[in-house]
């Protein structure tokens, strides 16, 4: 079963254009609901990728750092506040991502790996668009990738490792195959694993009957469960209001409360991960 826990390394911001509310007003509210703990990692801003609703403008980056650091400081007796992004792993971005932490602007990645660099095109592509057309071969790629990027030394956490299966009907086989893949590779890198609560918002809608959520997946938490990887638990925030996260957790202990975890309530710092 999860407690009630006194962090969010998860947590969005209104530049990624799917996301609602002033930075101070998450702050605010993390104060309010006594986490002590507050990680920004909106979706990464990339140099020469644009994508609206779904990550800011490379033009806002500069200003994220400036509110993010401001908030530190005015706050910085009520919460410990961490500057970071979500990111996709790809080796195109590998040296935008060091640059970050050199020059000191993030102290963590959080590992979402919702889609990849098509080098083709220039641009992002999302996994769910190529797993209509070949959902077995889309598996697969997610799960090398996601591999590769936990050996990366870049990642602090990997946010919801069963995304994919929002584009599958069953949790077959296959699926069991490749979700065993990432957790062995989630215990020899040591990165925590993250039961995300932003798939439970959409409701559910997914699965051969539709009658179960995006994630998580308690078939894949199964075999998290029969292992000793670390678990984290991801609010993955959208809004200030999704810090008092009981309903997420409600539905969350509902549906895997029965399994037990490894689990843990702080993450390593890139500077950490160099240092191990």
Same mark, same amino acid.
């Given at each position: 079963?999860?407690?009630?826990?006194?962090?969010?390394?998860?947590?969005?911001t209104?530049?990624?254009?799917?996301?609602?509310?002033?930075?101070?007003?998450?702050?605010?509210?993390?104060?309010?609901?006594?986490?002590?703990?507050l990680?920004?990692?909106?979706?990464?801003?990339?140099?020469?990728?644009?994508?609206?609703?779904?990550?800011?403008?490379?033009?806002?980056?500069?200003?994220?750092?400036? =509110?993010?650091?401001?908030?530190? &400081?005015?706050?910085?007796? %009520?919460?410990?506040? *961490?500057?970071?992004?979500?990111?996709? @792993? +790809?080796?195109?971005?590998?040296?935008?991502?060091?640059?970050?932490?050199?020059?000191?602007?993030?102290?963590?990645?959080?590992?979402?790996?919702h889609?990849?660099?098509?080098?083709?095109?220039?641009?992002?592509?999302?996994?769910?668009?190529?797993?209509?057309?070949?959902?077995?071969?889309?598996?697969?790629?997610?799960?090398?990738?996601?591999?590769?990027?936990?050996?990366?030394?870049?990642?602090?956490?990997?946010?919801?490792?069963?995304?994919?299966?929002? =584009?599958y009907?069953?949790?077959? &086989?296959?699926?069991?195959? %490749?979700?065993?893949? *990432?957790?062995?590779?989630?215990?020899? @890198? +040591?990165?925590p694993?993250?039961?995300?609560?932003?798939?439970?918002?959409t409701?559910?809608?997914?699965?051969?009957?539709?009658?179960?959520?995006?994630?998580?997946?308690?078939?894949?938490?199964?075999?998290?469960?029969?292992?000793?990887?670390?678990?984290?638990?991801?609010?993955?925030?959208?809004?200030?209001?999704?810090?008092?996260?009981?309903?997420?957790l409600?539905?969350?202990?509902?549906?895997?409360?029965?399994?037990?975890?490894?689990?843990?309530?702080?993450?390593?710092?890139?500077?950490?991960?160099?240092?191990?």
């Amino acid at each position: 079963m999860i407690e009630k826990f006194d962090y969010c390394y998860h947590t969005h911001t209104f530049r990624c254009g799917h996301a609602y509310g002033t930075d101070e007003e998450y702050v605010l509210e993390a104060i309010k609901q006594k986490i002590k703990i507050l990680g920004f990692s909106d979706h990464v801003i990339l140099p020469g990728i644009n994508e609206p609703g779904m990550r800011g403008a490379f033009s806002e980056l500069d200003e994220y750092f400036r =509110s993010i650091n401001y908030l530190k &400081e005015k706050y910085h007796d %009520q919460i410990k506040i *961490i500057p970071a992004f979500e990111a996709e @792993y +790809d080796e195109h971005f590998v040296p935008y991502y060091e640059s970050l932490f050199e020059l000191g602007k993030i102290e963590y990645l959080v590992l979402g790996q919702h889609s990849y660099y098509n080098s083709d095109l220039k641009r992002m592509t999302f996994y769910g668009s190529d797993a209509r057309r070949d959902p077995e071969g889309t598996l697969k790629a997610y799960t090398k990738r996601l591999i590769e990027a936990m050996g990366s030394g870049l990642f602090s956490v990997v946010a919801h490792p069963d995304l994919m299966m929002q =584009s599958y009907l069953e949790f077959d &086989e296959l699926c069991k195959e %490749q979700a065993l893949l *990432i957790i062995d590779a989630s215990i020899k @890198y +040591d990165i925590p694993l993250e039961i995300n609560f932003g798939g439970l918002r959409t409701g559910k809608g997914y699965g051969k009957k539709r009658d179960r959520y995006r994630y998580p997946v308690r078939e894949f938490w199964e075999l998290v469960s029969k292992s000793n990887a670390k678990v984290i638990v991801g609010v993955d925030a959208h809004s200030p209001s999704n810090l008092d996260y009981v309903e997420e957790l409600d539905i969350t202990n509902e549906m895997i409360g029965d399994l037990t975890f490894n689990f843990v309530s702080r993450i390593k710092m890139r500077k950490e991960i160099k240092e191990a």
